[in-house]
């Protein structure tokens, strides 16, 4: 079997003929796959939903209870057949339940990577490297300039900049499903146990979080109550990037603009957004874990999907490894 037989894209998204799924459509589809719960992958009004228990979960927190006609769980590990496929689910490290997806029939077997990571991240599972003739990767920070630096070492600029402005907030700009939950997460671990305030848009899927057994310590809302703005000196806010572009980022003392995302490592990027303190954090994978994952898989050909392909297509050429873009559109980096 020639691996377009199996899976192709088309302007839905990638499909698979044989068994007449679709993986992370872009447009409502009779059946979707889901890789995980991020608006550019999972949207709404598919007839039927499979995915594992947490996307589902997250979509419904997102979109409301009715988000798809069927909805059906994929556990991490078990083989289901699909019309005379195989398909499995296996961890992508990107976000709470995010998975890869494992399709196989006769002698082929492709995987499609969805948005994953390589570092440890104690809100979800770690990536797990599946074996495969095909690896479909993305390709977000798929350009030799990113290294991602040591996310102990941004969450300890944070923490030195607290202790140094302690008559100032700082307001992170995360965004509100996975780099969120990572960052109070890597706070914790950093050993910061204050109270960390949250905009109203992140309580739902925090207390998602928390009701997976993930610790987020004590999250208090970030609501400025009388003008009583002296209570967040010194103190953390973390709130979507969207809030800090209206009045509600005004309300705090003297506020520090961090924004926590891969893109930091571009100056140009923190000049736009106008970021005091950038954090490079980042639930994609850099160039290094990008070409390191294609090496594990041990794939005899690699699809490069939305994101900086030339880049990694030339780089699997130049190792002996066949590879194409995919040119596939619809998938934002709402992520990062």
Not at 178 to 190: C, E, F, N, P, S
Request: proline share 7%.
């Amino acid at each position: 079997m020639e691996p377009e037989e199996l899976l192709r894209p088309t302007p839905k998204g990638l499909y698979c003929p044989p068994a007449g799924f679709y993986i992370d459509p872009v447009r409502p589809v009779d059946l979707a796959l889901v890789t995980h719960g991020h608006a550019d992958h999972a949207r709404s009004g598919n007839k039927k939903v499979i995915a594992t228990p947490e996307t589902l979960n997250i979509m419904a927190i997102r979109y409301g209870q009715d988000f798809a006609g069927q909805r059906s769980s994929a556990v991490f590990g078990e083989v289901m057949d699909i019309n005379g496929v195989k398909v499995s689910w296996h961890p992508a490290g990107h976000v709470l339940g995010s998975a890869q997806i494992s399709v196989e029939k006769d002698d082929m077997k492709i995987v499609a990577s969805g948005d994953y990571k390589r570092r440890q991240d104690p809100t979800c599972a770690p990536f797990e490297v599946v074996q495969c003739d095909v690896f479909i990767t993305e390709a977000t920070f798929g350009l030799p300039v990113f290294h991602h630096p040591d996310d102990r070492d941004e969450i300890a600029k944070l923490l030195k900049s607290l202790e140094q402005f302690p008559e100032r907030a700082h307001l992170v700009g995360a965004y509100a499903l996975g780099k969120a939950q990572r960052v109070i997460a890597l706070i914790r671990q950093a050993g910061y146990h204050e109270p960390i305030y949250i905009h109203g848009a992140m309580q739902q899927l925090c207390s998602y979080y928390e009701s997976q057994n993930i610790d987020l310590g004590r999250l208090e809302p970030a609501t400025v109550d009388g003008g009583d703005k002296a209570k967040f000196a010194g103190k953390i806010i973390i709130g979507p990037p969207s809030a800090f572009a209206d009045k509600w980022a005004r309300r705090f003392p003297d506020p520090v603009s961090c924004f926590a995302s891969g893109w930091m490592r571009v100056r140009a990027r923190t000049k736009q957004r106008g970021v005091e303190l950038p954090l490079i954090l980042s639930d994609h994978a850099d160039w290094d874990e990008l070409t390191q994952t294609i090496k594990d898989t041990n794939a005899k050909e690699v699809w490069v999907t939305h994101g900086r392909e030339e880049a990694l297509v030339r780089w699997c050429e130049l190792n002996q490894i066949k590879a194409k873009p995919l040119n596939m559109v619809g998938y934002e980096d709402e992520a990062e």
